[in-house]
């Protein structure tokens, strides 16, 4: 079954709703958020820029369900090395202290965007997209990853692009990779046991890391625990034993320091209460008081003028993309539809769980967008060609004479080796693929 | 199996968005209330505090001798002072220097400090972002050097300073800052930036309004040099006598902070930048002067929080004692007499009113123009001949001579040692086989001029003879006569509450055993009872021991108006023995006996001179000081080093020599003042008037039942005999005092604006 491109399936609508959803939203946010103290300065003009990057992302949208998801798929690979070969300059850049004539100039000291004229983009966004694809196009007709060794190799080939977001450095988009990595591996069917030993093993090292990553990047930690009034007078009253969580000094200046975003974005959403405070009104939402409000904290911005009710609604919005998107991907009978569905699901889910969980102070502040929301045109054209990939996989399915993939029976007594479970057929014979 | 996996990624999805809903909830519904409040106070800028306006110092009259006036101040950006103030002077001075980025004299603190500010400034877009981080150092420098040429260059209209005495300046508030910082960092544990990091500092004061306009002209172009308004403190014209008494203001130190008797008020505390009192008037009545900064909020748009926002209190004004005119007029006749003893360094002069022992006139000569101060410090603080910083008429002690003994013949009445009718014989020496001790002091050598004959108290008083006093002063003893100069205040702090003021010295047995390690004996008696010896006392102290001569009645005396009154008390000696030494003093001036009859007499309808003449030994005081040294080839030489004490010599020479070592026990005295010999005798003295004017009646005769309005003391530094030189100054003093307060000697009688404008309002 193949349908046009705009005859969208009921869970497509779905998502196709939810994001119309979110990006009002986000247009009407930086619409009244002025990045200066002039008021009027540059909110109305940042929210055209906003609508202008909206209508690219919906063309390339549209363009991708009009071509199908599997003819993108074919091109997965030479995609994510494209996305990886973008990010070589900023690594250059990030070594070498240069900026390619302002190609790569950093922006608070990181290293993360490509200046390309009139065009700024953030490769590590559209890496992520890139990324779900190639894993998805990597998974789709294996099963080595059912054995720990052959679950290693997804694993080092995801270390390439992480190492290299780690450098810029982007701590927070170099770490999302791996939850997406784990929730598709766990959906195809890797046993379990596996990727507890693997994130086991991965807690067990956090200590080494805690000593590797940089001082702001632990202090954005420290921060979230930080909020604890109890916790600061223990570490300003015996700082000796506190050592590894702060310094008698950042427990002092904690609301002027490492806490401030925090606070603020705390107070923003708390301020809200029920109703909120109204468009464009309340405190926050007239001063530049909390920054990146219109992108990296929108969410606070939500929360403040809309109160709980919006912030629902933006919750809401959210999980109806991730409902659908495993909808679609239990729907779909192809492999690769499966686990790009689901990887999509996991990205936007979890970007969009980490960002708002940030701004309420349940996680670590780090550089992450909420997802068709923020300010910001690499973060909308992905999530907006990721969104549309999701739609493609329900309008496209293809007829599959051979049985659902990734269906492993359990693991029973007398069964010594993963067999496939009933009627599998190696899809590379399946007719139906090949004639997509 | 797919669709169970889908069905637990979508238990962990629903756990993670509870988990949110949760904590929304939490912020949103139940702590609603807390988190409102806090947005709203968020938006409330820290409060910044108004500063206030000192109060002014009035005269008795109600003319203004010094207050606050408007202003601006060229102020720069702490952070670029202190770059500045790390740049060594090596690489401040020479041009080339400021290109040889990253050279081996550079210290890493001060090369970083310049990145940091380099980049800040690119961020803020004042260098193009292509410009590379060296790049932008290089441009700083250039900008940091032509705006200290530049502000060098507009303190030729001020005062003219070089680009060096101004980065001197700039390294001077960084120091002063980094001090205070290190005081705050011990108290709170850790090391932070201090709120004054955050401020700018005046680094040139005092523009007019068309300075001021230039000044914003010339250093638009740098954006860490403000021009704002402000305060600075101006005297009224013609100050120069009243520049001792006023006193001055100087900047908040760390010892000022660490003592601040405001600690408490927030809002009255010393703040790194603020002036306070440091001497004189200014200094004592600080607390009344200062004011209380205001404070004002603003929210994130600038709108002021009327709730936590208050103007600032200015300080209250003084009003002193003193009637300038007077000051002025009494000033320039003391400047006169002194000016025409060649030896005479100075003098000083002090008028009190006696019923309230109010100062009238508190002057010193020589004095200076406070208004000028900046530019002729330099030159008086060399002249360690004249001492112009010295406030005599509080601050010098020198024995009281003759005009103690009044009140050694009291003491002798109150003790009953004589009588107003004994008599004593005076044939010109005590002892008649001592030849050149203990002589009357009208025998010249070993001639006998004159001798006094059998004196009783008035006459003694009349021709101030000596004998008499010593034999007094012998049968009453040290302690006798210690007591009585106590009952008259000499030993205790005359009232004024000045800071530069001297206590003088009341030299009790057990002052002597303690200070100077003798025994009080029979000729200490002797020579404390003509007021000689270690008595001291204060011009001031002069003053109103002639006030409790005239009044019967000690009592501390005031320079500010409308204080408490101090406490008085009466002397205990009896009408008729007050009337025999009330004779006495009138005698010297109107008995033709009298010592000073010959040049202090007084001829008025309504008010008789009386006083009393004093000559104190006085010695010579260095002006110089010899150091030899040896330069770096071993050769030796001597540096003359103008100083008034050997320790601040030393201290110059190491200041202006510091590579070069010397041997402190070397350094010799090279220079005295006065130089010459005196034209009156072997030693030295000091010339002494104290005196009261006394009310006549009607027929002329003296009324001694009437109380005597004013009394006053005048001191001329070398002056040699004290009837001689201070007795037609004393009579010129006494037809001034006419002259200003009318005949009735009415002291609130409004004087007439002299030189200066009254003013009503500010």
């Keep these: 079954m193949k349908r046009s491109a705009h005859q969208l399936t009921e869970p497509g609508w779905a998502i196709f709703g939810a994001v119309c959803v979110l990006v009002l939203i986000g247009l009407v946010c930086i619409y009244v958020t002025d990045t200066h103290y002039v008021r009027g300065h540059d909110g109305p003009a940042n929210a055209g820029k906003q609508f202008l990057r909206v209508l690219l992302s919906f063309l390339a949208g549209y363009l991708i369900l009009k071509v199908g998801y599997q003819s993108v798929a074919r091109y997965a690979y030479p995609l994510f090395f494209v996305t990886l070969v973008l990010l070589v300059p900023l690594l250059f850049a990030r070594i070498l202290h ?11 000291g990181a290293y993360r965007w490509l200046h390309f004229p009139g065009f700024p983009l953030q490769p590590s966004e559209v890496l992520k997209v890139a990324y779900v694809i190639a894993l998805a196009w990597y998974l789709r007709y294996r099963q080595n990853y059912r054995t720990f060794a052959g679950l290693m190799v ?44 693997i994130v086991l093993l991965g807690v067990a090292l956090l200590p080494l890391a805690w000593g590797q990553i940089r001082g702001y990047q632990r202090a954005r930690v420290t921060a979230v625990l930080l909020q604890s009034p ?17 310094t008698k000094r950042q427990a002092i200046e904690w609301e002027a320091g490492a806490g401030f975003q925090l606070v603020h974005s705390k107070n923003a959403i708390g301020s809200g209460g029920f109703f909120g405070q109204g468009w464009g009104d309340g405190v926050y939402t007239q001063s530049t008081l909390l920054p990146d409000r219109h992108n990296d904290f929108v969410f606070s911005l939500i929360g403040h003028q809309w109160g709980f009710i919006g912030s629902l609604v933006t919750l809401v919005a959210f999980a109806v993309i991730v409902v659908s998107g495993l909808r679609i991907a239990s729907a779909t009978p192809d492999p690769f539809g499966r686990l790009l569905a689901v990887g999509i699901a996991a990205m936007i889910g979890i970007q969009s769980m980490v960002n708002v ?13 909420l997802p068709f929301v923020s300010y910001g045109g690499s973060s909308l054209l992905s999530h907006f060609v990721a969104a549309a990939l999701l739609i493609s996989v329900s309008q496209n399915r293809p007829y599959l004479l051979a049985g659902k993939p990734f269906e492993y029976a359990r693991r029973e007594k007398g069964h010594p080796v993963d067999t496939p479970g009933f009627g599998f057929d190696p899809p590379e014979r399946s007719p139906a693929l090949r004639g997509v | 199996m797919f669709e169970r996996r889908l069905r637990i990624l979508l238990v962990f999805v629903g756990l993670g968005a509870a988990a949110l809903v949760l904590r929304l909830a939490q912020l949103q519904l139940v702590h609603a209330d807390y988190y409102r409040a806090r947005a709203s106070s968020s938006l409330i800028l820290t409060p910044s505090q108004i500063p206030f306006v000192r109060g002014r110092i009035l005269d008795r009259t109600g003319l203004v001798l010094v207050r606050d006036e408007a202003c601006w101040d060229i102020a720069i950006d702490y952070e670029v002072l202190a770059v500045v103030s790390q740049d060594g002077s090596e690489s401040g001075n020479d041009p080339r220097a400021l290109h040889n980025l990253g050279s081996a004299a550079e210290t890493t603190a001060e090369a970083e400090s310049f990145l940091r500010l380099a980049r800040r400034l690119k961020r803020a877009g004042r260098y193009p972002p292509e410009t590379s981080d060296a790049g932008c150092v290089e441009l700083l420098r250039e900008e940091l050097a032509s705006t200290w040429a530049e502000l060098a260059r507009f303190s030729a209209r001020l005062s003219p300073e070089s680009v060096d005495e101004l980065r001197e300046r700039g390294a001077a508030i960084h120091g002063r800052i980094m001090h205070i910082r290190r005081a705050v960092a011990k108290r709170r544990g850790f090391d932070a930036p201090i709120a004054e990091e955050m401020e700018t500092h005046t680094i040139l004061g005092g523009l007019d309004a068309d300075a001021q306009i230039d000044a914003r002209v010339r250093f638009a172009r740098f954006p860490w040099i403000h021009v704002r308004p402000s305060w600075h403190r101006r005297f009224s014209e013609d100050i120069t006598p009243l520049t001792h008494v006023l006193g001055r203001i100087g900047r908040v130190t760390a010892d000022d902070v660490r003592e601040d008797p405001f600690g408490e008020d927030p809002f009255a505390t010393y703040r790194a930048n603020e002036w306070l009192g440091v001497s004189g008037v200014e200094w004592a009545a600080e607390a009344t002067l200062r004011g209380r900064r205001g404070q004002i909020t603003r929210d994130r748009d600038g709108h002021v929080i009327a709730a936590q926002s208050f103007p600032a209190l200015d300080g209250d004004d003084v009003t002193l004692t003193i009637h300038a005119e007077l000051q002025r007029r009494l000033y320039d006749l003391l400047g006169e007499s002194v000016r025409m ?8 002069l002090v008028v009190l009113h006696v019923p309230s022992r109010e100062v009238l006139a508190l002057v010193s000569f020589p004095s200076y123009d406070a208004n000028r101060f900046a530019e002729i410090h330099a030159t008086l603080a060399d002249d360690t001949e004249r001492l ?42 005590l002892f008649d086989d001592v030849a050149d001790r203990w002589r009357c002091w009208q025998v010249d050598g070993t001639s006998i001029r004159k001798a006094h004959g059998d004196v009783d108290v008035v006459e003694a008083l009349t021709g101030s003879c000596n004998v008499f006093m010593y034999r007094l002063g012998e049968a009453l003893g040290v302690d006798s006569l210690c007591s009585a100069f106590d009952m008259a205040g000499i030993g205790r702090a005359s009232g004024l509450g000045l800071r530069e003021e001297v206590v003088g010295i009341n030299p009790t047995p057990s002052w002597l055993m303690e200070n100077k390690n003798a025994r009080a004996t029979p000729g200490t008696a002797r020579l404390f009872a003509i007021g000689q010896g270690e008595l001291a006392m204060t011009p001031v102290q002069v003053a109103n021991l002639l006030s409790t001569y005239a009044s019967g009645r000690f009592r501390p005396v005031s320079l500010i108006r409308n204080v408490t009154p101090t406490p008085e008390w009466t002397l205990p000696v009896t009408s008729a023995q007050w009337q025999a030494v009330r004779r006495g003093i009138y005698g010297v001036v109107n008995d033709p006996n009298g010592t000073a009859y010959k040049y202090a007499r007084f001829d008025h309808p309504r008010w008789a001179l009386c006083g009393k003449t004093g000559s104190a030994t006085a010695h010579p005081w260095p002006t110089a000081y010899r150091i030899p040294f040896a330069d770096e080839n071993g050769e030796s030489h001597e540096a003359i080093v103008r100083a008034g004490s050997q320790s601040s010599a030393m201290e110059r020479f190491r200041r202006d020599h510091p ?10 005295v090279a220079a005295r003042w006065p130089d010459t010999p005196s034209q009156h005798g072997e030693e030295h003295s000091h010339a002494w008037f104290g005196g009261f004017l006394q009310p006549r009646d009607s027929s002329g005769m003296v009324d001694w039942s009437r109380p005597a309005p004013i009394a006053f003391a005048v001191l001329v530094e070398f002056g040699g005999s004290g009837g001689r030189t201070s007795g037609p100054l004393a009579r010129d003093v006494a037809a001034t005092l006419v002259d200003v307060f009318g005949a009735d000697l009415n002291v609130d009688a409004g004087g007439v604006a002299w030189g200066i404008s009254r003013e009503v309002d500010r």
């Design chain 1, 98 to 108: 240069t900026s390619f004539g302002g190609l790569t100039a950093p922006r608070n």
């Design chain 1, 154 to 197: 997804p694993f080092l080939i995801s270390l390439l692009p992480i190492g290299m977001i780690l450098l810029q450095p982007d701590l927070s988009t170099a770490l999302i990779v791996v939850p997406i990595l784990l929730t598709m591996l766990f959906s195809a069917g890797a046993r379990a046991r596996h990727l507890l030993i």
């Design chain 1, 230 to 246: 109890n916790l600061r007078r223990a570490v300003i009253e015996r700082p000796e034993r506190f050592r590894q969580i702060a």
């Design chain 1, 357 to 369: 969980g940030m701004t309420v102070g349940m996680l670590p502040i780090t550089g992450m967008t």
């Design chain 2, 341 to 348: 003893i060649p030896e005479s360094a100075g003098g000083a």
């Design chain 2, 388 to 429: 112009p910083f010295w406030f005599r008429a509080v601050a010098s002690r020198y024995p009281p001579g003759s005009t103690i003994k009044p009140l050694v013949c009291l003491a002798g009445l109150m003790n009953g040692r004589i009588s107003t009718t004994s008599r004593e014989h005076c044939s010109g020496r």
């Design chain 2, 659 to 668: 590579a070069v070592t010397f041997d402190p026990g070397a350094v010799v």
